[in-house]
């Protein structure tokens, strides 16, 4: 992943967790033999869609008060971040669901953080995974010196 400036890693993140929340909406929606259109999905999710900005602006903070902690630049690790945007995300989603009339019902409530966290910390997990498999075995030990045998000096 270092291959990529932040900007565009970060992204992707944005990008790959809406995706995870509109693929948690349209399994959801299908499970209760709801109409899985285009319209329906966008009346379920937006309230989530919502909570993934608001996750994502909480990420931005968390890491700015990093620098100013810390007094030099820090990135939120992948995981981390999405440690940040699960809670918010399912936490804005059901305020804005509470507001706009949609149901909000403790199994819901308790569904939706099971699901969103399965989701956005599953997508991480595999890219984690994905990226310490493609990497050469020169790197896989990156930072770690290994010993060099001594040399055996003939006579």
Request: aromatic share 8%; hydrophobic share 60%; glycine share 14%.
């Given at each position: 992943m270092a291959a990529y400036p932040w900007t565009v890693r970060t992204l992707g993140a944005v990008l790959a967790d809406a995706v995870s929340v509109v693929v948690?909406?349209?399994?959801?929606?299908?499970?209760?033999?709801?109409?899985?259109?285009?319209?329906?999905?966008?009346?379920?999710?937006?309230?989530?869609?919502?909570?993934?900005?608001?996750?994502w602006a909480a990420v931005a903070v968390v890491a700015v008060v990093a620098v100013v902690a810390a007094r030099r630049r820090r990135r939120l690790g992948l995981?981390?971040?999405?440690?940040?945007?699960?809670?918010v995300?399912?936490?804005?989603?059901?305020v804005l669901r509470v507001m706009a009339g949609q149901g909000t019902e403790a199994a819901f409530i308790a569904v939706a953080l099971a699901f969103v966290g399965l989701f956005l910390l599953g997508w991480r997990l595999a890219a984690l995974v994905a990226v310490r498999v493609r990497r050469p075995p020169a790197q896989a030990g990156a930072g770690v010196e290994m010993p060099t045998p001594p040399r055996v000096s003939e006579p």
């Open positions: 948690f909406v349209a399994i959801g929606r299908d499970a209760h033999h709801h109409v899985v259109g285009v319209a329906g999905i966008a009346s379920t999710a937006w309230p989530f869609l919502a909570g993934v900005a608001v996750g995981v981390s971040a999405g440690l940040v945007v699960w809670p995300t399912v936490a804005v989603g059901m």
